[in-house]
């Protein structure tokens, strides 16, 4: 779509991308898309005029997400200089806290061939390559050893995908113990 969107238009699109975002969490990406259309209390041509395809929608909301992630980034690097173990660590919390590696996992599952696609790597090493600021400042800092943002993206979605319902219900804090081995974990 060229130039700008009208904001009703706009606030349908983020209220797709918001109610996708938590039922793919929930349901996971085979969930349906007029469910999401439902939720988001629009009908399901605006969804499609939004989002002509799945593969449109998985794609807006990774770069969604990996956009919170780069802001992320941003805020820590600002804190770096005063405390960058805490600057490090709030960081990927803040990562774990997009669900970006839960959604990354839930569509490579329900669509391998959209996760490989050709429009989807170039986003993919385009956003990546956005992470390295972080990377050496963290290398340098003696925070983690030779590891490049896809592995610590998909550390984190490792540390951070959904567990079944008893399980959070029995160890209520696993996700921030498994962040904080995670960090531990990575150090050289």
């Given at each position: 779509m060229g130039g700008h969107m009208r904001s009703d238009a706009q606030q349908n699109r983020e209220a797709?991308?918001?109610?996708?975002?938590?039922?793919?969490?929930?349901?996971?990406?085979?969930?349906?898309?007029?469910?999401?259309?439902?939720?988001?209390?629009?009908?399901?041509?605006?969804?499609?005029?939004?989002?002509?395809?799945?593969?449109?929608?998985?794609?807006?909301?990774?770069?969604q997400m990996s956009s919170e992630g780069l802001a992320a980034m941003d805020r820590a690097l600002e804190?770096?200089?005063?405390?960058?173990?805490?600057?490090?660590?709030?960081?990927?919390?803040?990562?774990?806290?997009?669900?970006?590696?839960?959604?990354?996992?839930?569509?490579?599952?329900?669509?391998?061939?959209?996760?490989?696609?050709?429009?989807?790597?170039?986003?993919?090493?385009?956003?990546?390559?956005?992470?390295?600021?972080?990377?050496?400042?963290?290398?340098?800092?003696?925070?983690?050893?030779?590891?490049?943002?896809?592995?610590?993206?998909?550390?984190?979605?490792?540390?951070?995908?959904?567990?079944?319902?008893?399980?959070?219900?029995?160890?209520?804090?696993?996700?921030?113990?498994?962040?904080?081995?995670?960090?531990?974990?990575?150090?050289?």
């Open positions: 797709l991308l918001s109610v996708a975002r938590t039922l793919i969490a929930e349901q996971g990406a085979g969930v349906s898309l007029r469910a999401i259309a439902a939720e988001a209390g629009v009908g399901i041509a605006t969804l499609y005029r939004h989002f002509p395809t799945r593969g449109d929608l998985f794609l807006a909301l990774v770069m804190q770096w200089d005063a405390d960058p173990e805490a600057a490090w660590r709030t960081f990927i919390i803040e990562l774990a806290q997009t669900h970006l590696s839960a959604q990354l996992v839930a569509v490579a599952e329900e669509d391998p061939e959209f996760a490989i696609s050709e429009r989807v790597s170039s986003a993919r090493a385009d956003r990546l390559a956005r992470f390295d600021p972080i990377l050496v400042r963290a290398r340098e800092s003696g925070l983690i050893g030779d590891i490049d943002a896809m592995r610590l993206i998909v550390g984190v979605a490792a540390a951070t995908r959904p567990l079944p319902a008893f399980v959070e219900q029995q160890i209520p804090d696993l996700h921030e113990w498994l962040i904080d081995a995670y960090i531990r974990g990575i150090r050289p």
